[in-house]
């Protein structure tokens, strides 16, 4: 079984900066594609960003392209958030999808594993 571990959510202004760490751990074979999502009230979990197997390509939401970054290291994933809006409060969440997959596999596949989630909010 492989766990996610969320952290770094937190309140914040809008146009301010955060970074979202995901640390993965357990039993850790094969590769994966890493992903970040996230699930505002009353609303359906959404992609914001994932890199593929490899760490060599990465795919963002329209709606964070240009603000948010997402990285790998190790056995680690990291989303830095900059230039924040009111609209992008929610609960992100990290995922794993086990497998040679793309960076953008993660838009229509359901990932295998997925963390428990860290609430960002931002105040306007």
């Known amino acids: 079984q492989v766990q996610l571990v969320e952290s770094g959510g937190g309140l914040v202004q809008a146009g301010e900066s955060l970074r979202l760490s995901c640390a993965v751990s357990?039993?850790?074979?094969?590769?994966?594609?890493m992903g970040w999502f996230r699930q505002a009230p009353g609303k359906e979990r959404d992609f914001v960003a994932a890199?593929?197997?490899?760490?060599?390509s990465s795919d963002y939401a329209d709606s964070v392209k240009g603000r948010f970054t997402m990285s790998t290291d190790n056995n680690m994933a990291y989303l830095q958030m900059n230039s924040l809006k009111p609209e992008d409060t929610a609960v992100y969440y990290c995922?794993?999808?086990?497998?040679?997959?793309?960076?953008?596999?993660?838009?229509?596949?359901?990932?295998?594993?997925w963390g428990q989630g860290t609430q960002v909010t931002v105040s306007s």
């Open positions: 995922a794993a999808l086990k497998g040679l997959y793309s960076s953008s596999s993660l838009r229509v596949l359901k990932p295998d594993y």
């Open positions: 357990g039993r850790i074979f094969g590769v994966y594609a």
């Open positions: 890199i593929d197997w490899s760490g060599s």
